[in-house]
């Protein structure tokens, strides 16, 4: 359902690299936008450029519009967004990426139709461009290094976007695991375990046995086994352990044929 | 002051495009990160192109490290997470690039040293590298467009880590527990566990070593053990193996009393 709400569309101001338009059309289809707008773009369009830097990322580019001034781009607009590095002097409220973006869904959810508003490469966003906007969106960057690449600042904002869409369905991303073993099956590993141990003197002194085993089993509990991955580590003690077995036995094998020998 | 906290390192498996290594360091650059390291870069390094595209974000390309081996280069972590558009099926926590900044920080405030893992541009990340993280951080990307840019995926990580520092430090939640073991004391601890399966023949049949090994790792790697834990575990190996040790000792002795006596 959230899948329907409509998405802000993009609009670049003079874009300068063809290869930045198709760089943004990517990282748009990556956050699931679609609808660019190019303003004035420096080269022209289209330009084969852009689609050779999309990496596939086709239709952003293939139903891209093209206008010769800004009013016309954000004409339908009820709500756009300015991003700058630079918040110029204009009184408007200085969002970051997260805000603007819970701000742009609640507007979706209204049914408002929404933009987000990059300059070009180089001279950023005028004044007059960023007073067309509702509230200036600021990338928390590293004022001792501010050139942040165009596509990043526009994968930054559609990054935000979706994730104000994805805050629900996160256990789809577990569903297929294998579900936790249950505790009977963990402690039967861990007794299985501690009893090796017992046999082989790991436990001293005596009087520390207890925290000791608490503590191995600790170890376990954080790791959240699967009844698989308790089967695994059972044959991982049984691996470390026969050989001792193996060995017992042929102990126990020549031993009666010497007594049968010595009879 | 959380200025002068530790910033995760990014590692760089396998990358491809020198451009693309510039770029990260592009955006390592804008959000405060420095410390680069590159396993295998296949076209070697330094390359020129690089320098070329980091726009003046030279200072993470020289003082880039080259690995051979993604171990080395991840030796002396606490915690390493690997950002992979797949989760595979390894049986890792799968976090948002948010929740895994929240965890980064507060490991930075322990001073821990911690790390961001990204594969190669073509083929992403092996399971078996995976297996060498704590856990996997998932960008919310949309499943009808994964083809995610090298330098993004970067970018929106170190731009959440970012996001940590604007807010207010979260208190050290797990202030009094011991410090996680680091890469190397955990992959030294894999790899006498291996070689003690190794001498069992648990490994069986052989052409499934890799993934068996893979699954054991990820068991140990999910629990976030301590440097004590880690000893405990190898003692646990000892032990279960030593038995065997003890007892080829009394077979020697028994044979060589044997043989003493057959003179």
Redo the contacts between chains.
């Keep these: 359902m959230s899948e329907l709400l409509p998405c802000p569309c993009v609009i670049l101001n003079e874009p300068q690299l063809a290869e930045n338009i198709g ?1 943004v059309a ?2 748009m ?4 936008l679609s609808d660019l707008r190019l303003v004035r773009p420096r080269d022209g369009w289209p330009q084969e450029r852009a689609w050779a830097s999309a ?3 086709d239709w952003p580019l293939n139903d891209a519009k093209v206008f010769e001034r800004l009013e016309d781009a954000v004409a339908g607009l009820n709500l756009l967004y300015a991003t700058t590095a630079r918040p110029r002097e204009t009184r408007l409220p200085i969002l ?1 990426p ?1 805000e603007a973006a819970a701000e742009l869904n609640a507007a979706a959810h209204q049914g408002l139709n929404t933009g987000l508003l990059f300059g070009g490469e180089r001279a950023g966003l005028e004044t007059q461009d960023i007073a067309l906007a509702q509230a200036i969106v600021t ?4 004022p ?6 165009l ?2 600042a526009v ?2 904002t559609a ?1 935000e976007w ?2 104000t869409m ?1 805050d629900q369905p ?1 256990e789809a ?2 569903a297929n ?2 579900p936790p073993a249950d505790q009977a099956e963990l402690i039967g590993f861990y007794e299985h ?1 501690e009893k ?2 017992d ?4 436990f001293y002194p005596p009087e520390k046995r207890p925290s ?1 085993v608490r ?2 089993r600790v ?2 509990a ?5 009844l698989q ?1 308790v089967r ?2 059972r ?3 049984t ?6 077995g193996r ?2 036995a ?2 126990a094998a ?1 031993r009666a044929a ?1 007594e049968q020998g010595s009879q």
């Design positions: 760089a990517r990282v289809a990556n956050f699931g990496s596939g990322a970051t997260r990338i928390p960057i590293d001792k290094f501010r050139s942040l690449n596509a990043q994968a930054l990054y979706r994730m994805a996160r991303f577990r695991e294998d375990l090796e141990l046999a082989s003197g790991f000791m503590n191995l170890i376990f954080r790791s959240r086994l699967t991955e695994t580590l044959g991982v003690i691996a470390l352990t026969k050989g001792r060995v017992l042929r102990l020549e010497k």
